[in-house]
């Protein structure tokens, strides 16, 4: 007869201790890692829609703030042009910027510049090109100038009866 082993079979001996804190260490670093990026993207993606609702905001106040461009008549005995809206680049840049500085716009983004590719393009469409810098959080260690964003909104004058 042989002798009944005191230990269970189910037992181990002990060599595996410790390897499920090693993996639970592993997935929250990993866990905590993702948090962070989802984090700095959401904060880099609400920002722009910011930057953006103050482009659009710009450049519909440069968009009513035109002269009006009365034309001559028409070649061949035909009708007189209708009068049009007419934008000047240097007059869409100065209502942006009005508008940037009445709203505060200068406040909430670090670094808001309007670009020089602000305009009047075809002279009726006032488009509006802000840029700016996002420090996300939690990641500003490892970009410390920021990450800039651009947003460009355009507005088109209409006269209507």
């Given at each position: ?10 037992m181990?001996?002990?060599?595996e ?7 639970v ?27 953006l609702?103050?482009?659009d ?5 440069a ?16 009708a007189a ?10 007059g869409?840049?100065?209502?942006a ?22 305009g ?6 006032a ?11 939690l990641?500003s ?21």
């Open positions: 007869m042989r002798p009944v082993d005191a230990r269970p079979a189910a181990h001996d002990g060599r201790d410790g390897q499920v804190g090693v993996l260490i592993g997935y929250l670093l990993v866990s905590l890692l993702v948090v962070t990026v989802v984090l700095a993207v959401s904060s880099v993606y609400i920002e722009h829609k910011k930057l609702s103050a482009a905001g710009a450049a519909l106040s968009a009513d703030d035109y002269s009006i461009d009365v034309g001559g008549s028409g070649s061949g005995g035909g042009t209708p009068p049009l809206p007419a934008l000047q680049d240097s869409v840049e100065a209502s910027a009005a508008y940037l500085a009445a709203t505060g716009a200068g406040s909430r983004f670090a670094q808001l510049t309007v670009d020089p590719a602000t009047a393009p075809d002279g009726r469409t488009r509006v090109v802000l840029t700016a810098v996002v420090r996300p959080p990641v260690v490892l970009v410390p100038d920021g990450i800039p964003i651009v947003a460009r909104a355009d507005a088109r004058a209409e006269l209507t009866r």
